[in-house]
């Protein structure tokens, strides 16, 4: 895609650009780097530029980024279903369900296996209600869950996040069409690499928990708005018996536009650049 035009009135519909978040990254901080290159770009101080669905600091793959009339756009695109490729570690929690926050809880891990998965993955299949994490933007009577939570987290030891979650946030009804074990590691997987520290990554904590060698798979998930991939991880876990949390997860498609063909932050920022 080439912006052949300085003017954003060139673009009556406006602009959508799915860009593949990088790794650490908050969606927010995404947002202002586009808004700032496209403010400077058309030289337009009061330009709208907002993201169509977030996605999580740990999280990778489709945000869908929208500039001018297109932030019109951002709730039907945010409507859409997804797909995403969700790594699970087994038999340890987190208060956050991901790596953001430290390992609470640990669990035996005896029942783990492919077999067992795939029968777990089968019972979180279908419409029904899920519990958002504690720690999610989901807003409570105008306040933000994970500014509850944080007060929590505060006092962890006296916390139970899953009870939290439970008795404050309300259950949503999503529907899950399909979720597939792509592959299975009884013994772990390495650590990942944390990719180049900038301002925005170095705000963003990663628990390393490689030298546990927690059984890990990664699992594909088609699902409707408003899924919680990491509660989606915790119900997986209890379904096992265990406890789990995400360690990696990729927004791969989100309506029709897919991760591979998504930009790159640096490609979206030369857009820009001319």
Excluded at 1 to 25: C, F, N, Q, T
Excluded at 68 to 73: D, K, N, S, V
Excluded at 141 to 151: I, P, Q, S, T, W
Excluded at 212 to 218: F, K, R
Aim: glycine fraction near 6%; proline fraction near 5%; hydrophobic fraction near 35%.
């Amino acid at each position: 895609m080439i912006l052949a035009s300085h003017h954003i009135e060139d673009y009556p519909e406006g602009i959508v650009l799915a860009i593949d978040k990088p790794y650490r990254w908050t969606s927010a901080d995404v947002v202002r780097k586009v808004k700032f290159a496209a403010i400077r770009h058309f030289a337009k101080k009061n330009l709208k530029v907002g993201h169509a669905g977030t996605l999580d600091p740990l999280a990778t793959g489709v945000l869908l980024v929208c500039i001018g009339p297109a932030t019109r756009r951002a709730q039907t695109l945010q409507d859409h279903d997804k797909e995403y490729l969700a790594g699970i570690s087994f038999g340890a929690t987190t208060p956050s369900y991901d790596l953001e926050k430290e390992i609470d809880r640990t669990y035996p891990t005896d029942g783990v296996t492919p077999d067992a998965i795939r029968e777990a993955l089968a019972t979180l299949t279908g419409t029904y209600e899920q519990i958002a994490p504690l720690f999610s933007a989901k807003s409570v009577d105008g306040v933000r869950a994970y500014e509850m939570a944080r007060k929590l987290y505060r006092h962890r030891d006296e916390a139970d996040f899953d009870a939290a979650a439970l008795e404050i946030l309300h259950r949503s009804r999503i529907t899950v069409h399909s979720a597939t074990l792509e592959s299975f590691s009884p013994d772990g997987i390495p650590p990942r690499d944390k990719g180049p520290e900038t301002v925005a990554s170095s705000r963003i904590h990663v628990t390393d928990t490689s030298q546990l060698h927690l059984p890990h798979a990664n699992v594909r998930i088609s699902c409707s708005k408003g899924t919680y991939i990491r509660a989606f991880a915790r119900d997986l876990g209890e379904a096992l018996g265990t406890g789990a949390h995400l360690d990696a997860l990729c927004r791969t498609r989100s309506g029709d536009y897919r991760v591979e063909d998504a930009l790159s932050l640096e490609e979206t920022l030369k857009l820009f650049s001319w």
